[in-house]
């Protein structure tokens, strides 16, 4: 593996080396464990719903994977993998195509979020698992389209309007790593545009002790997750 692909494995799968590469090691470290926890139970054919670049299909062992997305001028679709581009509304598939649907941080840039549900709902078969996450505290991003954040009541709702039943609600996080890592974006926003080099040096000397400090006081502090990162919710689609 090249350096260069060693660097970006650490980006959405930190190890140890992401403390010190990845700006990001504590909210992606947990969304990471909290996927490995549900992705085991989806299989047959998957639609991942706002696929990106697939960060996670490497982690999936299903039949086939479909990478779903939209065209959005907030947010560059540069070396991504989509299979299919629909208009945010339509998925084009006919009922009942998937036996899973994933989607990863998705759901803050769905304006009609009821309507979006209620399609993948459509697309997916009688017994069809649903795993998605969407962010409780994170910045504004893909900006202007950035609609919302979910508490750990609102978007299971969501969910139970358009039938479905809830299996598993996962919080990640908890109030001490989020105040750790607000502090290190905070520091990232102002070294983003900064060459590489220079943004790893710095990254090294102020945001690396700041996530060791989080993983420690994390773990010695009591646990507090009325803060949290994201919620991780495992959904079916009744029989």
């Given at each position: 593996?090249?350096?260069?692909?060693?660097?970006?494995?650490?980006?959405?799968?930190?190890?140890?080396?992401?403390?010190?590469?990845?700006?990001?090691?504590?909210?992606?470290?947990?969304?990471?464990?909290?996927?490995?926890?549900?992705?085991?139970?989806?299989?047959?054919?998957?639609?991942?719903?706002?696929?990106?670049?697939?960060?996670?299909?490497?982690?999936?062992?299903?039949?086939?994977?479909?990478?779903?997305?939209?065209e959005?001028?907030?947010?560059?679709?540069?070396?991504?993998?989509?299979?299919?581009?629909?208009?945010?509304?339509?998925?084009?598939?006919?009922?009942?195509?998937?036996d899973?649907?994933?989607?990863?941080?998705?759901?803050?840039?769905?304006?009609?979020?009821?309507?979006?549900?209620?399609?993948?709902?459509?697309?997916?078969?009688?017994?069809g698992?649903?795993?998605?996450?969407?962010?409780?505290?994170?910045?504004?991003h893909?900006?202007?389209?950035?609609?919302?954040?979910?508490?750990?009541?609102?978007?299971?709702?969501?969910?139970?309007k358009?039938?479905?039943?809830?299996?598993?609600?996962?919080?990640?996080?908890?109030?001490?790593?989020?105040?750790?890592?607000?502090?290190?974006?905070?520091?990232?926003?102002?070294?983003?545009?900064?060459?590489?080099?220079?943004?790893?040096?710095?990254?090294?000397?102020?945001?690396?002790?700041?996530?060791?400090?989080?993983?420690?006081?994390?773990?010695?502090?009591?646990?507090?997750?009325?803060?949290?990162?994201?919620?991780?919710?495992?959904?079916?689609?009744?029989?």
């Open positions: 593996m090249s350096l260069k692909s060693f660097y970006l494995s650490q980006q959405f799968h930190p190890g140890w080396a992401g403390i010190f590469l990845n700006p990001f090691y504590l909210i992606r470290k947990d969304l990471r464990n909290a996927f490995l926890s549900q992705i085991p139970k989806l299989h047959g054919d998957l639609l991942d719903y706002g696929c990106g670049r697939k960060p996670y299909k490497h982690l999936f062992s299903v039949k086939s994977y479909t990478g779903l997305d939209i959005n001028p907030g947010h560059p679709h540069t070396n991504e993998e989509i299979d299919l581009y629909f208009d945010g509304k339509s998925i084009p598939a006919p009922d009942a195509s998937f899973a649907v994933f989607s990863s941080e998705v759901f803050e840039h769905v304006f009609t979020p009821d309507e979006s549900l209620q399609d993948i709902y459509r697309v997916l078969k009688p017994g698992l649903f795993l998605t996450s969407v962010p409780f505290v994170w910045n504004e893909e900006v202007p389209f950035d609609y919302a954040r979910y508490s750990s009541f609102g978007y299971p709702h969501l969910l139970q358009q039938g479905f039943e809830i299996l598993e609600i996962q919080k990640t996080g908890n109030f001490i790593r989020v105040m750790a890592q607000l502090w290190n974006l905070y520091l990232f926003n102002r070294i983003e545009s900064w060459p590489l080099p220079l943004r790893l040096l710095v990254s090294m000397l102020l945001i690396t002790p700041s996530t060791l400090m989080g993983l420690c006081w994390s773990f010695l502090l009591p646990k507090d997750t009325s803060l949290f990162f994201n919620l991780v919710v495992l959904a079916r689609k009744p029989l």
